[in-house]
């Protein structure tokens, strides 16, 4: 008579997962697989956000018209992010973390500090000409939250120091021509800000070559003067300063009559 084989008590233990290449599956695969898939999905949503604002405005644009350029429902939108006011912040900080990681890229680089100030108004150029630089120029004239504004402001002045900081240490090292950091870098961010009201994707030029238009105008503006060029310019100067005095002694002698 054959005797029935019976199976082992359960004990409550889960069996160890089945051997994947020579290793156990470790149990948190999935789990890692399903992060990173809602990471890729919360970016799409903030892209679709970015675009969105750029073609119609803040206001103008509902997290119905999100949904639908994502081909999803608006409950779905609403699992990655609470309202339309986060979005916003979303895409500002998207843009502004470009330019927070040029910093520190270049925070670590042994070439003169005007080398450095380029590489970082390069990315602050590639980023305004981004789907998010309609968000990063115009997010503080919308309706957001004190703690939103604060943060933004926040973000805003380390950037605009950042910069400040890099003109010093050029003026120091003596790879950029002295001046004022405060205004230098004014005139740096708002010429640059100022892509973000004009630049389309679709225009002929890319955000990269945009950028690099921009930093040829700002390298040639900060390099430094030899002797010879500034002197040329010194005399230069004092010239033109004769010839428009000349003119102007000129023109307050007494005219001769029109002739008859």
Known sequence: ??????????????????????HPASPWRASRERLLDRKVKREAVIRAAAHAFNRKGYHNTSLDDIAAALDVTKPTVYYYVSNKEQLLFECFVAGVEQIRAAFREVRSLRVPARERLSAVLRNYARAVASEFGWCMVRVEDQDLSAAMSAHIKAMKSEIDHGIRRLVREGVQDGSIHPCDPKMTAFALAGSLNWIAHWYR??????????????????????RPRNGAGAGNGARRSASAGRTARARSARSRLPQAPLAR
Do not use: C, H
Request: glycine share 6%; proline share 9%; charged share 25%.
């Open 201 to 222: 994707e679709n225009q002929s030029m890319t955000a990269a070559q945009i950028a690099d238009a921009f930093m040829a105008v700002f390298d040639n503006g900060l």
């Open 1 to 22: 008579m054959r005797t029935r084989r019976t199976r082992p008590p359960q004990t409550g233990k889960r069996r160890p997962a089945p051997a994947l290449n020579g």
